[in-house]
Structures are given as C-alpha cells and as structure tokens.
C-alpha cells in the first residue's frame, strides 16, 4: 500500500491501521503544501477502496484497478477545479477526461490549475446525482475533489449533506493547498489529515530512484524544490542540464573573471532578452549552489564532498566562504524581489552581478 507515495510515514500508518480496523472515515479532507503528497493519497485511497483482490492492495492487475487506470471506473469520480470556458462543450469533456488520465497515473505532477478555476455547481450535481443510484461493481465508492478550497457557500452548501452523511460504503476524499480559504461547514465535516513537505533526503531519493536522474542534478533540484516534489519534476522537464550550466558558469563568471567579462557576459545574457520567469529561475539555481556550498562547510563529512558541487571550478569554490555565500544569498534575494515589482530588467540585472562580484573581491 502506497508503494508510490514519497514519505509522509505518519498518514500511512494512520490509514494502514484504517484499513485494518475497518475504520477509514467517509470524509476525508486531506490539507498540506503543494507537492507534497494529497493528490497521490487521494488516488491510492480511491484505488484500495475499489480494489477486488483479497490480498495486496491495490493489486493493479483486477478489472476495477485496470478501469481506475483508464478513468473509466463507474464507481469512482475524479474532480478539479476548471473555468467556465466557452470552448466547445465536447472538446472541453475530451480535455478534462485526458486530465483526469494524467492525474491519475502521475499524481505528483497535478496540472497548474487555470487562475479562477473552481469546482461548480454542476460538479457537485453530478456527485449527488450518481450517488443515489447503486454502487456499480458492489465495492466501495470514492469520491475525490481536489482544490476544495475552490468551493463557494453555494456549491459548498450543495455538498454539505453528502459530506455529513455519504451513502453507504461511499468515500469523499477533498484536497487542499489553502486549508484557511476552505468553508468552516466543510472542514468541520471532515476528518482533518494534513501533509508536510518532504526532506531534501526524500526527494534527491525519489529523483535518483524513480526519475533516474543523477545524484549530483537530484543534490540541486531537491534544493530548489524546497520540499515540493511537483516542483521537483517541473524543474527536472525544464531544460534542467541547459540551466544549470548556465548557473554554474554564471557563478563562476562572478567569482574568478574580470569586471569586463562580466559585463560583456550579462550584455551576451540580454541580447538573449530573456522572460523574468527565466532570469528567476536562474538565480534560484545560483542560490541553490549557494547554499550547497554553505551546508558542505558546515557538515562534519564535507571531505567526501557534495555531488552537485562536483562540477564546479575548483577555485571558484575555495573563494565561497560562508560569509560570502551569506551575503550574496541576501543580495540576490533582494533583487529577485524587485523582479516581481516590475523594474527595468537591464539595468537592475547589470547592478546585481557587479555587486556580486565586488563582495567576492573583498574575500
Ligand atoms: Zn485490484
């Protein structure tokens, strides 16, 4: 059971101990930071319920576990939030159906859900609808609402007696990233289970394991993904090997060349006219090597060394003491703040790297 889970040990003993006692609640609202494991939980939940193998569960091989696969499973229902579009009706059906598929098969990379998306009114019917006939295949029947934080008093209220008393073995499972912006009525209708974000250690694990990646790539996504393995895999299918040698020889520009080439180095960066996401997401590259070099220093076991450090000029890493590393954290840190306040790229970029590269000077 939840062979597919990465971390989380206390949730699973609490639902393995469920299952064994027969006491896993009709209502489940599952809260916690992104990428950390809800919508995941929320499919092996749903695929356990429905499962007809008398043994290990879910057994993948029995027709329910197959139909669950394919979305096709009458007895279980798959919601999230969307928009009201005006796209052609079918089309629309066709798009959340392949989402639903995808969901499903790799819960950990959730689509980014459309600004203003909710979960309607018409959802809800659906579920009230389907609920009063009979199970299908006789076993359990699952219900699953993801971004319930997305519910209205409207379709809230709609919900509420669903929530209060299901059908008999019917399970509702909702998710949420934003426990706070979640109907009081609801919550209070559910059994509360809440998620942390993974380890460092959980995620370079998973990364090497299960995404093949490599231990020095998995050392530096993990840093970036600050515990959110949705995040981890965004990283890891963006161009990831192109971005990160663009960091490191970034940094090394900083530490070990000439004023002028940084200059003409950052002037090479623009002509490029890079997106602010981009210019973004390559500092945090830089500040994620940043703070490896800081936590090597201060390991007992820094002689081994750090995988992801590896690639990285010898010298430029004996000029990062931790008071550097320090200050240029505060510093880009800073002007990644100022990004997001709609400033003039160019100039304030230009500023940056120069600053950088005078605190290096003074080492
Ligand atoms: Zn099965």
Redesign the pocket.
């Known amino acids: 059971m939840f062979a597919n889970i990465i971390g989380q040990d206390k949730i699973k003993k609490y639902f393995l101990r469920a299952f064994e006692s027969g006491t896993v609640p009709h209502s489940i609202l599952l809260q916690g930071p992104p990428g950390t494991g809800k919508t995941a939980f929320s499919i092996d939940l749903a ?1 356990i319920l ?4 008398n043994g290990v ?10 139909k ?1 696969l394919k979305m096709e499973h009458p007895d279980v229902q798959l919601f999230f939030p969307v928009t009201g579009t005006n796209l052609d009706k079918e089309k629309k059906a066709e798009e959340i159906q392949n989402m639903r598929i995808s969901i499903v098969n790799n819960p950990y990379l959730v689509p980014e859900t459309e600004k203003n998306a909710t979960l309607s009114i018409e959802m809800v019917r659906m579920i009230k609808q389907s609920l009063r006939l009979q199970s299908y295949q006789g076993k359990g029947r699952v219900v699953i609402l993801l971004g319930c934080d997305t519910l209205n008093h409207e379709t809230g209220n709609a919900l509420l007696k669903v929530l209060e008393e299901p059908p008999d073995k019917t399970t509702l499972i909702l998710t949420t990233s934003s426990l706070e912006n979640v109907l009081p009525t609801i919550k209070s209708r559910c059994r509360l289970i809440s998620t942390s974000f993974l380890t460092e250690e959980q995620v370079v694990n998973s990364l090497i394991e299960n995404e093949k990646v490599s231990e020095a790539n998995a050392e530096y996504i993990a840093k970036l993904s600050g515990g959110n393995y949705s995040l981890a895999l965004d990283t890891l299918s963006d161009d990831f090997p192109g971005r990160k040698e663009f960091a490191i020889k970034l940094l090394e520009t900083i530490l070990l060349r000439k004023k002028i080439d940084n200059i003409e180095y950052i002037e090479g960066w623009l002509r490029d006219k890079p997106k602010i996401s981009e210019v973004k997401g390559n500092l945090d590259l830089l500040i994620a090597i940043l703070k490896m070099k800081y936590e090597e220093q201060d390991s007992q076991d820094s002689d081994t060394g750090t995988p992801g450090l590896e690639e990285i000029n010898e010298k430029a890493l004996a000029k990062l003491t931790p008071d550097l590393v320090e200050n240029m954290v505060i510093e880009i840190e800073k002007f990644i703040d100022l990004l997001n306040k709609n400033v003039y790229l160019n100039l304030i970029l230009m500023n940056l790297i120069l600053r950088l590269r005078k605190l290096s000077q003074y080492e």
Do not use: D, I, M
């Open positions: 695929k429905t499962c007809h193998n569960k879910p057994c993948g091989e029995c027709v329910s576990c197959r669950f």
